[in-house]
């Protein structure tokens, strides 16, 4: 410790002797807290002189895209998002690419380049294998059972998460939807759909090791010497939203930051597009029991309240 007390000396002298002006890591944190602050002039500022000290710095790249992207200076922003993907190299973080990748794909949405944002998004997609052999596979066989035996069998049989395609998912089906595509909405929703659920099945598993997706929780303790199934298509799958939402409430908000009632009413409709009245009917008593919506389904709750009275199908947006 003794020998390196000099170096540590150094180190702190050198500290003292440059400001943090003159660190571009500082400049950037900086240049974020004063757009917390909304102080756009002032993070702008910051930004652009953490990279006037560093040239290849994507992470202040991306910052100076949303900066842009904020002002409405679309152009721009498309310009840094696009540099800071080409410096993804040099990422500190690199999962961060991710969200380069979703803020562009998002920003071209927005500027009605819907085929560059799909080509972006499929991409992304890709990352988890989207286009893979065994992926399709897994998908056309998890949808013969959806649109036979309904969402319960669905999970219970095929669990499977998603981690950082679940937004490409997302985004890719509403995509699909609003083009008319209802097949591929059907297939990305259920996907997203599958995915959210697997993971609450797995956080409630981990919180209650005795629980099971497929055991009818009132049932079952009548009948020791046998397992009690769920009944309906859909029983399981409400139970284990019931479950999440009282003694996981922490999950069950992320869920619905990743837009799980709106994807739950878009695979309904698209199962209603594709055919597949019944099991469509199913997700909407799902959503609206005794024909009133879940409060926390919200306005995708109030929506299937009217598809159970009487079914449609929108065009060009998911909403009416």
Same mark, same amino acid.
């Given at each position: 410790m003794l020998n390196r007390l000099p170096h540590i000396l150094l180190f702190l002298c050198a500290g003292l002797c440059f400001g943090a002006e003159d660190i571009p890591w500082v400049l950037l944190e900086q240049g974020k807290a004063a757009y917390e602050a909304r102080d756009i002039a002032r993070s702008m500022e910051l930004v652009l002189k953490a990279l006037e000290l560093t040239e290849e710095y994507p992470e202040a790249e991306y910052w100076l895209g949303r900066l842009y992207a904020v002002q409405g200076q679309d152009v721009l922003a498309e310009e840094h998002y696009r540099r800071a993907l080409r410096l993804a190299l040099f990422l500190r973080v690199p999962e961060? #690419?991710?969200l380069i990748s979703y803020s562009l794909a998002q920003l071209l949405l927005d500027t009605n380049r819907r085929e560059e944002a799909e080509i972006i998004l499929m991409e992304l997609a890709n990352m988890e294998g989207a286009s893979s052999r065994n992926e399709i596979n897994f998908e056309h066989r998890g949808l013969d059972v959806l649109t036979t035996a309904g969402i319960d069998e669905l999970v219970y049989l095929y669990r499977s998460e998603l981690h950082q395609s679940l937004q490409a998912r997302r985004m890719l089906g509403l995509i699909a939807w609003e083009d008319g595509r209802y097949r591929s909405s059907l297939l990305h929703s259920a996907r997203t759909?599958?995915?959210l659920l697997s993971t609450?099945?797995?956080?409630?598993? #981990?919180f209650n090791s005795e629980w099971r997706f497929d055991i009818d929780l009132i049932e079952d303790p009548k009948h020791p010497d046998r397992d009690d199934r769920y009944p309906g298509p859909t029983d399981g799958t409400a139970d284990l939203l019931f479950l999440v939402q009282a003694y996981i409430p922490g999950l069950m908000?992320?869920?619905?930051?990743?837009?799980?009632?709106q994807q739950f009413y878009l695979l309904s409709v698209s199962l209603y597009a594709e055919g597949y009245s019944e099991i469509a009917?199913?997700?909407?008593r799902l959503m609206a029991p005794d024909g009133r919506a879940r409060e926390e389904?919200?306005?995708w709750g109030n929506l299937a309240v009217h598809q159970l009275k009487e079914p449609f199908i929108t065009s060009g947006s998911l909403e009416p």
């Open positions: 961060d #690419e991710f759909v599958l995915s609450a099945s797995r956080h409630y598993r #981990e908000d992320w869920m619905l930051s990743e837009g799980f009632w009917q199913s997700l909407w389904a919200g306005l």
